[in-house]
DNA sequence: CAGTGTTATGAATCGATGTTCAATCTCAGT
DNA sequence: ACTGAGATTGAACATCGATTCATAACACTG
């Protein structure tokens, strides 16, 4: 079975524009995207730029791809940790540990979204809010259910959720002060303890093992 | 009294530079850095673009110069509401409700902070690094005394304050989502709930009237 | 009023960069 | 080998914006 030249060229684009986007996702994250010229995002990625814009409308189009990226790793990676576990808080604890590890191994892409939002056209930057509250919402989910399974107390679970959220983009966010101190692994740990301890009945904290020890530094 | 020339001449200057600083919070905070050009600015300010430049060294100047700004309105009204307390909990309380409602109140200048960081040359940024650190550990030090004081139990400190931080932050960060949801001083009650309630001795809760709900959103 | 020093002005300068496009190359088919 | 279509190249172009500097205006003093 050989393709026809419509897929010749549709794997071509694919492949153009994935070197395009890991070229650009190295300088954004030394450079930021105004210190980053085309010019050198073409040199990085081994083509002219004359090839780049074969494939990428302008500038701008290119920090929504690599933007897009990121996001999308968050939202293919969190919900596979989910996967498998009966209990809520289970699932809850794997899913915030794969959150907090996707943004460790993608420290400047977090702080890129953060960054480059004012760079973005509207509707672009609507995408990307709708790709952070979809993950957002898979914790809301698991806050709910442990709720009902009488895990943890009645709690505003959207707010909850954010601040995992929040406090998972911390870890990139403030890696200059977090980042000599403890690992991911123990800062996952140690952030989930604080939000869940705040809302989990009593008579079950014995159950999980990463509950079991007070809010200290681990070390 | 007469003040001599030089007196003359450092307020000229410093009433040029607030000029320049109230202008270029207002066109930060809805275009960003790259965006605003220095002769806007000048406009904005009702000065010409030659006398911007008698006044700050460069453009890059100017965003460090706001963001100092920014950073000193924390320093200087967080610990101002701790003041006269002798409940250390209560004092942290209200230095963190202060902490939510400066930012609030200059919800730009925080976004601008997170975003803008990548522009400023290294030792700026080691300055804005260490105004930021210099807030937390008003917090620090106040969750170590209701240690000390058998209010909350042993906890990392360090990395709760730097929670309270970024929850702080996330008012502005996160605006978008919270803002039609909740007024600041909701959000304040509840964020510092949730971190408090995972660490204080159960016995003292009652104290504490902000601590007298569950953590639902107050509605 | 004239002279001097200080301050303000805004058009010009200069450098950088996003994007284009004419020329060239490559590949597949005949 | 030739041809045509598609892909690539990189210098040129047009635009933009940070900064400068010659000129003008202002304030003060003798």
Known sequence: MTAGPEAVRAARGEWRRSQIVDAATALLSTQGYHQMSVNDLAQEAGISVGTVYQYVKNKEDIL??????????YRHNV?????GFDDPLDRLSSGFGAYCRVVDSRRAGTILAYRESSTLAKDALSEMKSLEEETTGLLVTCL???????????????TLAWDLTMLAHMWSLKHWHFGSRMSIDEYARLQFAVVVSAIIHQEVTTRYEYLARPLHRLR
Chains 1, 2 share one sequence.
């Open 64 to 73: 929504l791809l690599v933007m897009r990226d990121i996001l999308e790793a």
């Open 144 to 158: 709910r259910e442990c709720v009902e399974a009488g895990i943890l107390h009645e709690h505003d679970s959207d």
């Open 79 to 83: 919900p596979r940790a989910m996967e």
